[in-house]
Every structure is written in C-alpha cells, then in structure tokens.
C-alpha cells in the first residue's frame, strides 16, 4: 500500500511541479524569480492538496488538514528558496532549473511528512 501511495505520490509531484515550473516560468517574465516562484509554490499547495487527499491517500478533505497542509511547504518553501538562492548565486544554476532542483531533493521527506498530516500517522506504521 505505501509503495502504491508513494507512486501516486510521485505522479502528483510531477504534475503539480510541471503546472508550477509553467507558472513560474510565465511569471519570471515579468517579475523577479523570488516573487514568481512564490506565486507559483502558493498554486502548488492548493493544487497538490487536493490531489494527495483524493487521489494519493483518497481521505476526505477536511478544515483541519487544510490548515496543516501549508505548514508542510511552509518550511519546505524555505529550504527550497535557500537552495535555489545558492544554486543561482553560487552555483550559477540557470533560475529555470534551480527550483526543479530543489524539488526533486526534498520530495521524499515531504512524501511521510505529508502522509503523517493527511493520514495521521507515520509512513511505515499501517493497520494490519
């Protein structure tokens, strides 16, 4: 079951990421990278939110996962602005790619986080 959900989990993650990675690439057009990337992470967490509640784990959408739910890309924004701003900046990372970058390095952490919030309980603890 877990390796159903973390497959489904992935399929999602590359669909919210290529929706966001468009977003982001239209916005960075006409705003600086940070801004765009912000708006774009704000889509990311309303779209991935109902994908991993109907789809990945298939519970009911409820206030208060809704609310939980962006604490986990909260932090996770942070750490991802941090290695994009040194992927940019020190790595001379084109902007288009960093964000795919910090993605892909902090997607199997926010794959138990995100099941610990929507499930309530950890990955590897499943009913018998």
Same mark, same amino acid.
């Given at each position: 079951?877990?390796?159903?959900? %973390? ?22 057009l ?19 939110y ?6 990945? %784990? ?66 590897g603890?499943?009913?018998?």
């Amino acid at each position: 079951m877990i390796r159903s959900e %973390f497959l489904r989990f992935l399929l999602t993650g590359s669909a919210n990421t290529a929706a966001s990675w468009l977003l982001y690439l239209a916005c960075n057009l006409v705003m600086p990278y940070t801004v765009a990337y912000t708006l774009a992470y704000v889509f990311g967490i309303v779209f991935t939110y109902y994908l991993n509640t109907r789809w990945v %784990f298939k519970v009911k959408m409820q206030w208060r996962t809704f609310l939980q739910f962006p604490m986990i890309y909260v932090v996770r924004y942070g750490m991802d602005l941090l290695v994009i701003f040194s992927l940019v900046h020190y790595w001379q990372c084109p902007e288009s790619v960093a964000p795919l970058l910090a993605i892909a390095m902090n997607m199997p952490l926010t794959f138990i986080v995100t099941r610990l919030v929507l499930k309530n309980r950890p990955a590897g603890n499943t009913p018998a």
